[in-house]
C-alpha cells in the first residue's frame, strides 16, 4: 500500500512523498526524472517494501518543483546546490529512525533524480551504501559528449527548449501537446512495451497542471545543455575529477532504445565508478521503469546486499 505524506526540510523546502514499508527498517530512496513525478515508482515501492524482497522502508519524494513539492520561482532556486541540499535533508530526515542513521541501504535515480543522485554520491559517500541509476547519465561523461559530440548535441537539442523562459506555457498549451512527444516518440503507446495508456496519461495530467516552472527550470540552471552560437553551453563546463568520483557500489541499469540518452554515454564510466556494473537492456528505452518494472526491480534485487 502506497502511503503519502509531505516532509518540510530544515532550510523550509517542503517535499511531498510517496512510501511503502515498514517505518525503522532500511530505506531506499527513489528519485524520479522529468517530465514525471514520484507516482513513477510505485511498483517498485510496493515491490521491495515485503518482506521477501528485502522488507526496506521505501521512499519516492517529488522532488523541488514538482508535483505539491515547494516550487521556488527563482531558477537559482534549481541549480545543484539547493537540489542536492534537499536531498542530503531529505536522507537524514528518512533514516533517523532505521538502523544506519543518515545512511540509506540504497539510491535508486532515474533521468534528473540520476544526475542528483551522482551528485549526492560523490559529495556524500557515507550517505548511501548502495546506488542504483537508471539511464542518467554521469556528470563527467554527459559534459563530454554534449561538448563534443554532434550525435549528443542533437539528442539534447530539446534541452535548449526546455530552458527558454515561455517553455512552461508552451508545453500546456493544447493538453500538453508538447509534452506527450517525449513518452510517443519512444513508443510510449505503441508496440509490445506500450505503457501510456488513458489512465497513465490522467495522473501525468494531474501533476503536470501543478505547474511546469519547476521542472523546466532545472534545464534553465544548469549549464550541462548543447552549446548554440550564442552560448557555450557544456563547452564552457569543467568538472575536477576528485569532484565526480563515486566510490559507492553502483549499478547503472541502460535500456539501450533511449534515444536521446545513447550508450556512448557509458564509455569510460568505469574510470570514474570503481566499483561499477552496467546492465544493458536491449530493446528498453529511456522510459524502462514503466516499460518492465519487473524487469527493472530483478536487476536491483540482484544487486543490493542487505
Given at each position: 500500500m502506497i502511503e503519502t505524506f509531505h516532509q518540510t526540510l530544515p532550510h523550509g523546502i517542503t517535499l511531498s512523498c510517496r512510501a511503502a514499508g515498514t517505518p525503522g527498517r532500511p530505506v531506499l530512496l527513489f528519485l524520479h526524472g522529468f517530465p514525471?513525478?514520484?507516482f513513477v515508482w510505485d511498483h517498485l515501492l510496493e515491490h521491495f517494501a515485503r518482506p521477501e524482497h528485502g522488507g526496506y522502508r521505501c521512499v519516492a519524494p517529488n522532488l523541488r518543483g514538482f508535483e505539491q513539492s515547494s516550487a521556488p520561482t527563482d531558477v537559482a532556486a534549481y541549480r545543484a546546490k539547493p537540489l542536492v541540499q534537499d536531498l542530503s535533508a531529505l536522507i537524514d530526515a528518512i533514516t533517523s529512525n532505521s538502523p544506519t542513521p543518515g545512511q540509506l541501504a540504497g539510491l535508486v535515480a532515474h533521468d534528473?533524480?540520476?544526475a542528483l543522485a551522482w551528485s549526492v554520491a560523490a559529495q556524500w559517500p557515507g550517505a548511501l551504501r548502495q546506488l542504483v541509476i537508471v539511464n542518467a547519465p554521469h556528470?563527467?561523461?554527459f559534459q563530454r559528449e554534449?561538448?563534443?559530440s554532434p550525435t549528443q548535441q542533437a539528442s539534447s537539442a530539446y534541452m535548449n527548449f526546455l530552458a527558454r523562459p515561455d517553455a512552461p506555457a508552451l508545453l500546456a498549451e493544447n493538453d500538453f501537446a508538447r509534452l506527450w512527444p517525449?513518452?510517443?516518440n519512444m513508443a510510449a503507446d505503441s508496440g509490445p512495451m506500450a505503457w501510456l495508456d488513458d489512465a497513465t496519461r490522467d495522473r501525468y495530467r494531474s501533476v503536470w497542471r501543478q505547474g511546469l516552472h519547476g521542472p523546466c527550470a532545472y534545464y534553465a540552471a544548469s549549464p550541462l545543455r548543447p552549446p548554440t552560437p550564442g552560448d557555450p553551453g557544456a563547452a564552457a563546463v569543467q568538472l575536477p575529477r576528485e569532484r565526480v568520483?563515486?566510490?559507492?557500489?553502483?549499478l547503472v541499469v541502460w535500456g539501450l532504445g533511449d534515444t536521446a540518452l545513447p550508450e556512448t554515454l557509458l564509455d569510460g564510466?568505469?574510470?570514474f565508478v570503481p566499483e561499477l556494473r552496467i546492465e544493458r537492456v536491449p530493446g528498453a528505452t529511456h522510459w524502462i521503469v514503466h516499460?518492465?518494472?519487473?524487469?527493472?526491480a530483478a536487476l536491483i534485487e540482484g544487486f543490493l546486499t542487505p
Open positions: 514525471e513525478a514520484a534528473w533524480g540520476g556528470p563527467a561523461a554534449l561538448a563534443n517525449f513518452f510517443t568520483m563515486v566510490h559507492v557500489p553502483t564510466l568505469d574510470g516499460e518492465q518494472p519487473q524487469h527493472v
